[in-house]
């Protein structure tokens, strides 16, 4: 990856700006008035089921579809039509990347650096950061599913934008290639790159995002923290009890106990008053094996995204309330 540095200048402005979009297919909203500001240098996840609009917003976002109505800025510039001025600036890798099938690793990433204007040297490097250093010689078309992720992602930062878009980048991946991905995305933010990314991975989101947007049926309902939005929509906790110590009936009379059901090995009982139900599990069958689940962003996620309802939730979002 080049080493250009992040534009200054503009610092304060955001470095994508998405008001009030919209966009149909047919008769059918895939992006329902979405208003959403990128900071700069901020590690922004979005997250929705699938069909939720995730991939048009991103696409809306890179100039690469037409809103059809709204406003969307890109360092302060529409990305609409094509605007060539931003390419430079911008890394994207889409859900469906396309690839110069017939050319081999190295002489796919040459060309797209060509197109840019990066070096052989950022060739290179960039194909041992997403583990590709030793696929050089190999024909894009002979590359496994997972490669040609890495060979999609490497193709995003190869001239090193300062905003990079990355659609579902680590679907594909294996859990090892899934972790040295993180670090080179944490490297990036590191050095003061953008990232817009989505994700079904809710571990990683967690993990890795400075906020998450939740895009339901096109609609965002919740953008905040990650552990803003466990701490505002999480709902107690899980304890594992071994089973055979203490049967379903008497633990569901524990004080504090909100509903116990049987899990593999475990009864679990769910609550929202740890620290009581301990006290009052201890005398009765020891804590040994007793195991403390606290939620999660998927259990918050798969919370919101199953309510019935695309109304924007209560939290820290700007955007939405402006
Ligand atoms: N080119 C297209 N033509 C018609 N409908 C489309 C097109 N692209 C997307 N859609 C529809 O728009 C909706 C949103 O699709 P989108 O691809 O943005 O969802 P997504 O959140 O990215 O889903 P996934 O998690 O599966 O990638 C879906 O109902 C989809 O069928
Ligand atoms: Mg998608």
Redesign the pocket.
């Known amino acids: 990856m080049s080493s250009t540095s992040p534009t200054a200048g503009t610092d304060s402005e955001p470095a994508v700006s998405v008001r009030d979009v919209t966009k149909s297919?047919?008769g059918?909203r895939?992006v329902d008035g979405v208003s959403l500001d990128v900071r700069r240098g901020e590690f922004f996840g979005l997250l929705?089921?699938?069909?939720?609009?995730?991939?048009?917003?991103v696409e809306i976002m890179e100039g690469l579809r037409q809103a059809d109505s709204g406003e969307v800025a890109v360092f302060g510039e529409s990305p609409w039509p094509r605007n060539t001025g931003l390419l430079p600036r911008m890394g994207v890798q889409t859900?469906s990347s396309a690839f110069f099938v017939r050319l081999t690793v190295h002489e796919h990433l040459r060309t797209v650096a060509a197109l840019f204007g990066a070096d052989r040297a950022a060739v290179d490097s960039t194909l041992e950061a997403v583990g590709l250093g030793d696929r050089h010689d190999v024909r894009v078309d002979s590359l496994s599913g997972g490669q040609r992720q890495r060979l999609a992602i490497a193709s995003a930062l190869v001239h090193g934008p300062e905003l990079i878009f990355l659609d579902?980048p680590t679907a594909a991946l294996d859990p090892a290639g899934r972790r040295d991905l993180w670090e080179v995305l944490r490297g990036l933010k590191a050095r003061g790159r953008t990232i817009v990314y989505?994700t079904?991975h809710l571990d990683e989101a967690e993990a890795l995002c400075d906020r998450v947007g939740i895009?339901v049926s096109g609609r965002l309902v919740v953008t905040d923290e990650p552990q803003r939005l466990i701490g505002t929509f999480g709902s107690g906790s899980r304890l594992l009890v071994p089973l055979g110590r203490i049967d379903e009936e008497r633990a569901a009379a524990l004080p504090g106990v909100d509903s116990v059901s049987v899990q593999g090995g475990h009864l679990v009982l769910e609550t929202r008053a740890t620290g009581r139900v301990l006290a009052a599990l201890d005398p009765l069958t020891g804590l040994d094996g007793v195991q403390t689940r606290t939620p999660s962003l998927e259990d918050v996620y798969l919370d919101i995204t199953t309510r019935q309802t695309d109304a924007p939730l209560a939290s820290n979002n700007q955007e939405q309330q402006a």
């Open positions: 297919y047919g059918r895939a929705g089921p699938n069909g939720a609009g995730k991939s048009t917003l859900q579902e989505t079904h895009l």
